[in-house]
């Protein structure tokens, strides 16, 4: 037996963070990455000849698509339908309820699985019967423990499968959080989880893990990503990554550049086999030049002007030093530090942003991670001042 | 810094006017439009300033045309001066050191440095203020108080201030709160809601799609339906063509049925081959019956006759041989005697007989006597010989006649002939030559005799020598009649032998005959017997109902054929009751029908390529994902916009922040002593001053919180005057100039205001207060100007 263990292709999802400079040509490959992605994932399926294909939700970015997209994913499952392979889908958090909205009908070999956990079964033609159990979102939380709901092992099966979107944590968390425990106790041979977007291993044998995305879709989603071909060997399902990466997002550190010159020919230097979208991070020391030249953006554009198509700079940024610190005068630096400290936890973003400002900035500068973006900028502007 | 003195040169309704005051609390009383505003205009204007013209901004200009402006005399620590500030639109400001009337050089930077860190702003917001300025208290902020604390607390603030204002206006440039700002991230902010929007109204054309995509499905089902009809009709229509096709074969086989019921019985094969077979064996008896008639008698026939004419004719021949013989050797004598009288004459010529004129001439005696004579011999000579040869008598007549009319010239000549004879030898001769012509003549006859008798008989023998192939030789005529003769014993004893062997096969052939004849006529009677079986009386009859049978059969299997094309079930339906036009009726109404379904199958599927196109526009037409992508782009460009742009007023905020923790916390002793003063002029009645992000609380005894604009006028009125005397006093160590209050207690109760006076005459030990009011009904007078 065989199948493939794919999540989240979030078909139809933009790249987050690019600017505005990217060349014609990337911004249309980049706005087909998701897609061709997923055909990808499709052709090995085909390749493969896999018994079925297993989808643990996410399967477009929103509830909200195209009929291009949906045009796009029933061609493609159509291409399994052709060689018989049945493929068996969940909806996630991005894409709850997506077939009770506007949507094609789905192609016959296509089970999509309800909001109440069910169990499918069906008899590969080497003749192993394969229970699939799982459940989908309805809305973009599912905060009540689904775990529950699913049945122990089915004596009757050779198999028997979870498709889970979702993640671990206690009740209350809202992606139908779990525990490895709770999963283990239902004896399945296999959890094909969904969710994270970071290819991992909860556990080895019985396999519960997430096959990551198909495609990275901003630059934290770095290195390669695809899905796992699972193989049936000896009673244990093994799985197996296969890539499927369109775009590759990498960070790059660079530790002491002298010029753009020096960085360019570091960068060039790098082996690359898909387009590549580097997130750059100079460490070091820097000179002031140096300093200078990435804060007003030349040295991004100089980089971007000389590096060869396939490879493109979506940012370009100084790790804070801890040498630089903060201003050193009248004022002493336990106080700009105290005060940074303060000013970003007792900010009110309100005050600045008024009800006209979209709802993502806010939020975004209130996360953790906008905030160490805020620090970054403030740190930066006060230097700037200071010199 | 204490204010001793205010001398007025011009401002407004005061000139040439001076005030001395005292250095604790000065009360400067006076009714409306006595001018204690002006005053304080006047004292604020010599420190920080004379206002511009702007706007409706009164300016004091003097109204009796003295010259604007004037000059305190102030206390800074233990330094007198004299501050005069002279000129309104270009004022002139002069610091006279009153210890030594020496003049300060750049007395506004001195001055300036004297009050930092006051400018006119935070010295109106702290130290000078007035009814109207009571009336803000519901507008201020801990913010601003912070700030404004900030300004004077913080050592070297002010650059870090001016960085922060720097900040906040280049934060402001980029964004304004109001919702119509037309700054570039308010724009930015309406473009991508512009999009959001596209995006949102793309995503609403997708249940259309769905819709579209479905009605296609329902199209294609349609066209599916209609082709299926076609289908069936077309199935119908063929089977009905068919139907017809094999009824009109059903009516060809039906007429040949007919047709062949009435054929006579046919030729047996065995009949046939029979009669076939006797045919060429009766064509060969008569072929060998004609050949033995036709081969009969000639041969023995022929033989026989031949046989005796040449028997006859050899015999004859024989006979005249023989006398042919006779007549050679008579010839031969005759030719011999011939010779012997040729022989003496010269050359053998032998001269004619001498005519009897001749004669008469050479005997003188008539030679035509002799003429004569001869004549008459020849006459009977000729007689005897052949008649004819009677007429030759005349001539020697003539001839006797005409020699002797010659004689005598003709002697000589006739002697000439006889080559010198002498007339007696040549008379004696004469008989002999009288002779010769007979002679001759006979020989002659014989000649031709004998030439005829041979020719007659050469006549006769050439068929035979020519039967014989025996060559004719007229010099051996014996010899070729014994040879002939020979032959024909020959050929006749072969004849012979002949007929002999003819007479046996003669017989042969007649008993051949019989036999073929017996032969023939037994077939004859066979052939009859079957052409009696088929009523016909000759072969040509029978081969014609030959013939006749093969077109039978040919018929047979035609309608063989034409049967096993109907099937059963539709030869039943023939059988029974349908008609032709019955069947084409049917046929017609089947294709009408199906060129009507054709008809709707076309145009569902023009439909259905009317949606499919549409269908196929909007797949093509669809930005979705464009959108998408440009609305990510917006969104992580607005994001890194607004990230400076919030970092900008952070950093504000940081600045001010690090200034406030720098400037030893003096807004929670302000805090706490605003709270005391307030305590104090509401008796106990209000304990706690809160500073929110955006308000300002008070907490009543009963623990009840209370906003600003809930308290009543007065109680406003006192918050903010406990809050004014706080700062100033927080900032005492710093810097401490007088307060100005015009008019603050009017809406206070008698009580109050009596706990305010008190409050401020004991603050006033450390700092100097003017007071400006209406009224002042307690008892100090000493420190009264009244106005």
New interface residues.
Partial sequence: MKFIHAADSHLGNPFRGLDRDIPTSLKQFVQTSTLQAFEKMITGALTAKVDFVLIAGDLYSATENSPKVQVFVHQQFERLQTANIPVFLSFGNHDFEADQHAHLPWPENVHVFSQNVTTQELTVPSGERVAITGFSYQTPRQVQAVIADFPTRHAGVDYQIGLYHGAVGKDGDPYAPFTIQGLLAKHYDYWALGHIHVRQTLHEQPFIGYSGNLQGLNRKETGDKGYYLVTADQGRLQPVFQSTTAILWEEVVIADPVTEVDLIARLTALPVQTPVFYTIKLTGQLTKEVKARCLNGVMLAQIRAALPENQWVVKLTMAPSAAEGLPADQVDQKFWQAALDHVLTNVDMTAYLSTQVPHFIRDYYLSAEGKQALREKMQQRLLARKE | MKIKQVAISGFGRWSKQTFDLTTQMQVIQGQNESGKSTLRAFIVGVLFGFPNKKGRTNVYDPRDGSRYGGSLTVVFGDQTVKITRLGRTQSHLTITDLADQSEILHPEAWLAEQLAPLNQDSFDAIFNFSQQDLAAITQIKGADLQKLLLNIG????AG?LN?AS??DKQADKQFA???TGKRPL?LA??H??ET?AL??E??L???D???G??AL?ADKAEVVAAQKTVVTLAAQVKNHEQLLQQYDLYVKAAALKAELSNTPQSVSDDDWLAVQSQAATMTMHETALQTLNQAQTPQVGHVSSDTFEFETALAQAQLEVQSLQKQFAQRDDWLKTQQQLGAQFEQGTIPPPLSAQEKQQLTRRGPAMLWLMASLVVGVLGFLVAKPAVLLASIPAGIAYWQYQQHQRQVEQILVAYNGLTINEVLNLQNALKQQPLRKQKLAELNVTISDQQSALLRRLKPIASHFDVPLQLSDLPKLVVELQHRYEQQKLTAQHDILKLTQQQQQRVEEIAYHQQQLDQLRQAQRQIFARYQVNEMAELTARRQNDLTTQRQQARYQDLMRQLDPKTLAQFQQDTDRQTLQQALAQLQAQLSVAQQRVFDHQATLSNHQAQ?AQ??SN?Q???L??D???E??????Q??????????V??????????SQNRFPKMQQLATKYFDHLTQGRYQRITFS?TELLVTRQDQQTFQVFELSTGTQEQLYIALRLALSQVIGDIVAVPLLIDDGFVNFDPQRKETMVTMLQALAHTQQIIYFTTQWPHATSNNVIKL
């Fill in positions: 913080a050592v070297g603030s870090w960085v720097g900040l709160q109001r919702p308010n902010t309406k991508y809601a959001a995006v949102h793309k995503a054309t997708l249940p799609f769905v819709q995509e479905k499905m269908q909007l797949t669809d979705f994902l464009t998408q992508q609305m990510a782009d969104q992580a460009a607005l994001l890194d607004f990230g400076d742009y919030l970092a900008d007023k952070l950093t905020n940081w600045i001010n922040q690090a200034l406030q923790f720098a992000e």
